[in-house]
């Protein structure tokens, strides 16, 4: 177990990572955020979008979900498949984002607790103190894509289903 912060000073290459994404994010407007996505591509590998638009999500929501809608075409497959496969191969060498809740078999009859810390520590709440969320997408990591059992690091899968 451990935290975001916890994995990151264990493989310090991911906080410089972390850092160099979050540098490079400065879109404030759907537009900017395209462009950045556009210029990233044109080197020729989308597995730097992919990092990208991640670190769009976290930072900027409504910008990332904004793009996306004014791109599909063009992002859809840079933030699913076919990259997402290779996403899930390197997932554990990207910074990662407090995006995604984990399940481990010790906590085996004590999913709703896990699910309420989650919601807790992530999720709104509405006018009526209920969480708001609008979708859950559960996957158990296995034979993702084809590419064999990827355990945590197929987060990919259903990160990207939302």
Do not use: N
Request: proline content about 6%.
């Amino acid at each position: 177990a451990g935290s975001i912060d916890d994995w990151h000073g264990r493989h310090p290459e991911l906080s410089e990572l972390r850092d160099l994404l979050d540098g490079m994010c400065t879109a404030s407007t759907v537009a900017e955020a395209q462009a950045a996505v556009r210029a990233i591509l044109s080197l020729g590998h989308p597995i730097w979008g992919y990092a990208y638009l991640r670190m769009l999500h976290h930072k900027q929501p409504h910008l990332y979900f904004g793009a996306l809608l004014a791109s599909p075409e063009e992002l859809l497959p840079v933030v699913y498949t076919p990259t997402v496969g290779e996403a899930c191969q390197k997932f554990g060498r990207m910074p990662f984002y407090p995006r995604g809740c984990y399940v481990s078999l010790s906590q085996r009859g004590h999913v709703r607790a896990v699910l309420e810390e989650y919601a807790v520590a992530h999720l709104p709440r509405g006018a009526d103190g209920r969480f708001e969320c609008q979708c859950v997408v559960f996957t158990d990591g296995g034979r993702i894509l084809g590419l064999g059992d990827l355990g945590a690091w197929g987060m990919g899968i259903p990160v990207g289903k939302l």
